[in-house]
């Protein structure tokens, strides 16, 4: 028997943090927040912005420079994984702080936290270049 919870499960923790994340409807817009299957989690994103996943059945939240010490003075964990090449890696997530999980009250300060730090990495990225051929 495994000890990973079954795919209805999966889906009700996946829609209960989609109810937490109803404090960021200003920053969602029309499309909302949406999820989408990632590294065999679930993603979030708003406009293509990600800025939580669900892994390892726990909520995590996307960090960044500016909004790491407040995870850190939190005591939240650093999701880590190892790779093929046998090293411990991170993708710059954190674990929720545990009372943050109990409501979109309690989430709203860790969210816009996750939220800003996704619009600094969108930001920081260099847009794409549309050059057009020259054709000789």
Request: net charge positive.
């Amino acid at each position: 028997m495994s000890n990973k919870p079954s795919r209805a499960a999966a889906d009700e923790f996946r829609d209960y943090c989609l109810e937490l994340f109803a404090c960021l409807a200003p920053q969602a817009g029309v499309g909302g927040v949406v999820t989408k299957r990632m590294f065999g989690g679930t993603g979030f994103s708003i406009n293509g912005k990600n800025f939580a996943m669900i892994a390892s059945d726990q909520l995590w939240l996307k960090v960044d420079d500016v909004s790491r010490a407040e995870f850190v003075a939190a005591k939240c964990p650093i999701f880590t994984y190892t790779w093929t090449d046998g090293m411990e890696r991170n993708l710059g997530y954190y674990a929720v702080p545990s009372d943050a999980i109990e409501s979109a009250a309690d989430m709203r300060p860790w969210a816009a936290l996750a939220w800003d730090a996704a619009l600094r990495a969108a930001s920081s990225k260099p847009k794409k270049s549309r050059k057009s051929k020259k054709i000789e």
